[in-house]
Nanobody, 119 residues
């Protein structure tokens, strides 16, 4: 199992920046995949960026060039640096961890952190 705790959300003006943190309860190298998702009001949750244990990343087209995922192995923490924020980036941001055990996938989610971008 893994517990995830997100932090760093808040209110920011368009064009501003925020950095989200996701602290895991185990080594992030032991987690097959991690990622940041977001959910806007009335919309489905969507992938923002994913990262494998090997460090391969996959960004949504809407955030490429503006958002950057990074890791601090010593702190078991994954970060999401968000620059040039737009009002459409508003939503609840969730951290997800995927463990593959005996060919079965197990997904774990954090509690979410609110990001609001004002125009």
């Amino acid at each position: 199992q893994v517990q995830l705790v997100e932090s760093g959300g808040g209110l920011v003006q368009a064009g501003g920046s925020l950095r989200l943190s996701c602290a895991a309860s185990r080594s992030i190298f032991s987690i097959n995949n991690m990622g940041w998702y977001r959910q806007a009001p009335g919309k489905q949750r969507e992938l923002v960026v994913g990262i494998t244990a090997a460090g391969t990343t996959n960004y949504a087209d809407s955030v490429k060039g503006r958002f950057t995922i990074s890791r601090d192995v010593a702190k078991n923490t994954v970060y999401l640096q968000m620059n040039s924020l737009k009002p459409e980036d508003t939503g609840v941001y969730y951290c997800k961890a995927e463990l593959v055990v005996s060919l079965s996938d197990y997904d774990y989610w954090g509690q979410g952190t609110q990001v609001t971008v004002s125009s």
